[in-house]
């Protein structure tokens, strides 16, 4: 069984009593009311009956609360069980974000996080309590039978054991639901690939090899489906073949005790109702074994992520960062995205002073936002020291070296919410004169004064409502609402104007007040408003100049 801790598992043995109670309850109504026929049939008078009428009036009563409670508290325990699975997911994910996981397509991951965890709640709803639920009003079934008749328990006994059995078998031993598992996360991935680059599909005329590729995986995915489909009307077959054995043999051998004076006529029509009541938890046995099967292909997939090595560990007793605006120093730092790929960084000395303004100038590729992936520790040291207030980052938690850095990266991720949230994300109780301030320093108030409703306009999926400038001069501004003492601007100007690029700078410097800061530009008459500037090539310094 698939273990998580904190699994309430004393909600789920409650929903698996009220399932076992609701299909007692069944037998005993479908057995109650042939009693109820036979009596009838003899005119007894309604004395005679009336106790077994009152009987089935609240066995039937009762069965549909049952049934209700046991879905009820059974969707309570798994949806209780999921939302754990899901911190356990955001939890193993954090750490290995984004290095260990650089390699890994987001719609792969997307599909994990939805559809594998999803999956997860079908082991409580529909694998164990079917399961336990069937084998239990099987017993039920049988003693009640055997109760009635005990020769006759065999007879019900033997073709439940085998319908339990051996459509359980079979499906067990199917094939295809890792590579089921599989086929949905890369189906997920390629619709995911395919809507992101809509645009450049249609473009350059690609979009029909995109559509080839998703249909190639969904027809495998069918021919999956229909073996699965197979096999599932060859279990239904074995159980109806189970249950017509168990009726004619039970009813055979109770129309030979009656003739042997071993038994009541009543009982004639009470034992092959009982048997039907009987088998009518058992259909739901095949379907549980098969979606445990989906279960552990997702459940592996899941796991698969708990096995990738993280990257960057918190040490065993982290140091703690002083007061004040820290010092940052690189010294001899080289960082590699991989084995057998060049550094991205070889090598690199520069420190930024408390307070001070250092600009990290080269052309695309020189290994620039490298440093500052190094600096939040993204990305573990090859070699060297990083430090941060004389402290090495090695020896700083990961979340406190982060939470000493306001970052605008040039990436800029937005998400779907107003320009309100989104500045927000910074610092959630920043007020109204904070929000306005950053705004102006990033030349932004005549932006969202203009909007028809202020921050309160909702800038679209990943900021899709946003020019590439405007994105990129609210992340400068949500930097600035961060708390963090050293403020980091990647590429804040690409893609403005000379004119809007230097008002911009020149507002952020201003604003980040005692703050350091450290821009990373390809612009070189950027520089001159910072105290130094260092130039990268190949992830080598190649310029230092104050």
């Known amino acids: 069984m698939l273990a998580e801790p904190g699994t309430p598992y ?7 009593l009220l399932g076992l109670a609701a299909a007692a309850a069944t037998i005993g109504l479908l057995a109650g009311s042939g ?27 009762l069965r549909g609360p049952l049934r209700y409670e046991e879905r009820l508290v059974g969707h309570d325990a798994a949806l209780r069980a999921l939302a754990r699975w899901r911190v356990w997911l955001y939890d193993c994910l954090t750490p290995r974000v984004p290095a260990a996981l650089a390699g890994w397509r987001s719609g792969d991951l997307l599909g994990r996080a939805i559809d594998d965890v999803d999956a997860l709640q079908d082991l409580y709803l529909r694998t164990l309590l079917p399961v336990a639920i069937a084998v239990g009003a099987c017993a039920i079934g049988t003693a009640a039978v055997g109760f009635i008749l ?83 009307a060859l279990a239904a077959l074995v159980i109806a073949g189970c249950l017509a054995v168990a009726l004619a043999v039970v009813l055979a051998l109770g129309v030979d005790a009656v003739h042997g004076h071993h038994l009541g006529q009543v009982m004639v029509a009470v034992l092959p109702l009982t048997v039907l009541a009987t088998f009518e938890m058992v259909p739901g046995v095949p379907p549980a074994v098969a979606r445990s099967l989906a279960v552990r292909a997702s459940a592996d997939r899941l796991f698969a992520l708990e096995d990738v090595e993280v990257p960057v560990h918190d040490p065993a007793r982290p140091a703690r960062l ?13 960082v590699r995205y991989g084995p057998g790929l060049p550094r991205a ?76 949230s989104n500045l927000l994300l910074a610092r959630p109780d920043a007020g109204e004169e904070e929000v306005a301030r950053a705004l102006r320093a990033a030349r932004l108030d005549a932006w969202v004064a203009a909007l028809p409703a202020g921050l ?44 809007l690029a230097d008002e911009l700078l020149q507002g952020v410097l201003a604003a980040a007040g005692d703050r350091s800061v450290l821009v990373i530009t390809h612009r070189a008459a950027e520089t001159e408003r910072c105290d130094v500037t260092v130039a990268l090539e190949a992830g080598r310094v190649v310029l230092p100049q104050a």
Not at 36 to 61: D, K, Q, T, Y
Not at 375 to 390: A, D, I, Q, V
């Open 150 to 232: 005990p020769w006759a328990a065999l007879g019900l006994g033997i073709p439940l054991v085998v319908a339990l059995v051996v459509p359980a078998a079979l499906t067990w031993r199917r094939r295809g639901d890792e590579e089921m598992a599989a086929l949905s996360g890369t189906l997920t991935a390629q619709v995911v690939d395919a809507l992101q680059g809509a645009p450049e599909l249609l473009a350059f005329g690609a979009d029909d090899a995109a559509l080839r590729d998703v249909e190639a995986l969904g027809r495998r995915s069918d021919m999956l489906e229909q073996h699965h489909a197979r096999l599932a």
């Open 35 to 61: 009693y109820v026929v036979g009596r009838a049939a003899l005119r007894p008078g309604l004395n005679a009956i009336v106790g077994i009428l009152a009987a089935v009036e609240v066995l039937a009563f």
């Open 456 to 499: 309160d306009t909702p800038v679209g999926e990943d900021g899709v409502a946003l020019s590439g400038g405007e994105r990129r001069r609210l992340a400068v501004a949500r930097a600035l609402l961060a708390p963090g003492p050293v403020v980091i601007l990647d590429e804040p100007t690409s893609g403005l104007d000379l004119q």
């Open 322 to 334: 002083g007061p004040g605006v820290p010092e940052v120093s690189f010294e001899d730092v080289s």
């Open 345 to 420: 960084v070889d090598g690199v000395s520069l420190s930024l002073p408390p307070g001070g303004r250092v600009a990290v100038t080269g052309s695309s590729g020189a290994g620039k936002s490298s440093l500052v992936t190094a600096l939040l520790r993204f990305w573990p040291l090859e070699s060297g020291t990083l430090s941060l207030g004389g402290v090495d980052v090695e020896l700083l938690a990961p979340h406190d070296a982060r939470a000493a850095c306001a970052l605008a990266d040039q990436r800029a991720q937005m998400f779907a919410g107003t320009v309100r």
């Open 10 to 16: 004393a909600r789920l043995a409650l929903a698996g």
